[in-house]
């Protein structure tokens, strides 16, 4: 039986304004420490708290940004150097996303940005922490931030300036020499005044900026020498930001100037999706870029850890673990709940805050995004206070998914994905009574089914499956998002599943979307054409 507490923890004010205050978006914490306090950590960390250079895939909302920043606070502990750059953020962003400049002004736009940003962070640090090589040091950093703006005449370019002028003018002599080894200048002016008319030309050569990857590197590599820097840390957040047209060539700069250097380390936070690594030609061959698996490893995709269907209790767990640490983060007084209900850690604070089963429906509805679990608590725990309830129940949860789908993920969708949305709905919902389904691996390029798995409403279970029934073939699994399924409730398109033997009919017992049945799913196919036909 449940403990009562004088005051129910949905009701108590404190936490009613701490739940309200939760940062549900990284980059809006104020400072890194804070992320610090509120990082769980899934596993993820040994696999990239390394000198390798990798990428870190991750759907947004999945915490690629906490990520990163709890990294660069491990890397900051061992006095290394550490950049974190969001993509989003660099000054020169209206060049390079302008689509009407030629690709190499866009370009060089860029790589100033970039390149500039790393010049001033080492020479803050050179400043602050001077050496005995610091004279050299500021010599070597000065090469680099001129090979930053270099640029080389171009005598092809010429610029020519024609200018004619007339009028009237005073009369004037204006005479210069030397007299016995000594400059003398002599002028007499006249009162007389006369008309003058003449044409002045003048014929430049431009100067075109050029970037000498060899240069860079070696101004770069010699300031982390001289400077006495064991390993600097490139931490780029939301490369996805950045024009697909320019990724390969950004990731070409990248692979020339730092990629050799044994003291630099570049970890890339990104959507799989959008990313651009390479730009082959058209027999196959990169002509620039980064080779994935070659000049750079790819970590892991940040979603994996948390399909609540390859492990629920472990996802539970982290989910509790993460909400726990973020509220707790919140409170003006930190030991607030332990004080006032005697919560000791996350699964003591699960018990007094969701009744049975309540926040293994919210693990579930979360569909693996963290930004996702804090938004419907918040909503669920906004109902449970409203509505005068003890605790957070599963209608309360379902309640509170169905309106974060409603106003954040269906909100956004456009016309073409509304309709493979639907289309999806009425044939794996509707026809097949199940919520999951494949797309053989060649047709899961579909760039409109990808866009529905960034928009959160379609969700990646399961990579390359082998199914017996059809050798030769591989497949990605999906699932159809918790609130497609709660959005239909009540709606003569609700389809009739088949719950497991024995379930408990209280609606606070069982699973409101029920797990799917894998014998199923590999009868539920989605075909080419449909993915197609809604394309179009």
Not at 424 to 436: A, P
């Amino acid at each position: 039986m449940a403990k009562t507490y004088k005051t129910a923890p949905t009701q108590a004010e404190a936490i009613r304004k701490a739940t309200a205050s939760l940062v549900t978006r990284s980059e809006r914490a104020e400072d890194v420490a804070h992320l610090v306090a509120t990082f769980v950590d899934c596993g993820i960390i040994d696999m990239i708290d390394n000198p390798k250079n990798q990428i870190l895939y991750g759907r947004r909302g999945t915490g690629k940004t906490h990520v990163l920043r709890y990294l660069e606070s491990l890397f900051r502990e061992r006095a290394q150097i550490v950049v974190y750059i969001d993509s989003r953020t660099l000054g020169s962003s209206t060049i390079f996303t302008d689509t009407e400049r030629p690709i190499h002004t866009r370009f060089l736009g860029l790589y100033r940005d970039v390149l500039s940003l790393l010049h001033n962070v080492l020479l803050e640090e050179l400043v602050t922490n001077p050496g005995d090589t610091a004279d050299r040091a500021f010599e070597a950093l000065a090469e680099l931030e001129r090979q930053i703006s270099y640029a080389e005449e171009d005598p092809q370019a010429i610029r020519s300036r024609e200018v004619e002028s007339f009028g009237t003018e005073a009369t004037s002599t204006i005479s210069a020499g030397f007299e016995g080894g000594v400059p003398s200048v002599q002028a007499s002016l006249g009162g007389a005044r006369k008309e003058a008319r003449g044409a002045e030309s003048e014929s430049t050569s431009a100067l075109t900026p050029k970037i000498i990857f060899p240069a860079i590197y070696e101004a770069f590599n010699k300031t982390l020498e001289l400077m006495g820097v064991e390993r600097f840390v490139i931490l780029l957040d939301e490369w996805s930001s950045i024009p697909s047209d320019l990724q390969p060539y950004f990731a070409e700069l990248l692979n020339r100037a730092f990629f050799a250097n044994p003291r630099v380390t570049i970890k890339i936070a990104t959507l799989e999706f959008r990313s651009k690594f390479a730009l082959y030609d058209g027999e196959g061959h990169r002509v620039a870029g980064l080779e994935l698996g070659g000049d750079i490893e790819t970590a892991v995709d940040l979603y994996d850890f948390y399909v609540y269907d390859r492990d629920p209790k472990n996802t539970e767990a982290v989910f509790a673990d993460l909400l726990f640490k973020h509220l707790t983060a919140a409170f003006k007084e930190p030991s607030y709940l332990r004080d006032e209900y005697g919560v000791s850690g996350a699964q003591s604070f699960v018990n007094i805050l969701f009744s049975e089963k309540a926040f293994g429906e919210l693990a579930r509805a979360a569909e693996g995004v963290a930004r996702d679990l804090l938004q419907i608590f918040s909503r669920a725990y906004i109902n449970a206070w409203k509505g005068g309830t003890a605790r957070i129940t599963v209608p309360g949860v379902t309640r509170a998914a169905l309106e974060w789908y409603e106003k954040d993920k269906q909100a956004n969708l456009n016309e073409a994905q509304h309709a493979l949305l639907r289309a999806l709905i009425e044939e794996v919902i509707g026809e097949r009574q199940v919520r999951s389904f494949m797309v053989a691996r060649e047709d899961s390029t579909s760039g409109l089914l990808r866009s529905l798995i960034d928009q959160r409403v379609v969700h990646i279970i399961r990579h390359g499956y082998a199914d017996k029934d059809n050798p030769g073939i591989r497949y990605n699994i999906y699932t159809l998002d918790y609130g497609c399924y709660i959005d239909l409730k009540g709606t003569k398109g609700e389809p009739e599943f088949e719950l497991s033997a024995g379930v408990d009919d209280d609606e606070d017992a069982a699973p409101v979307v029920p797990f799917d049945d894998k014998r199923r799913i590999r009868r539920v196919v989605v075909p080419r054409d449909l993915l197609q036909r809604t394309s179009t």
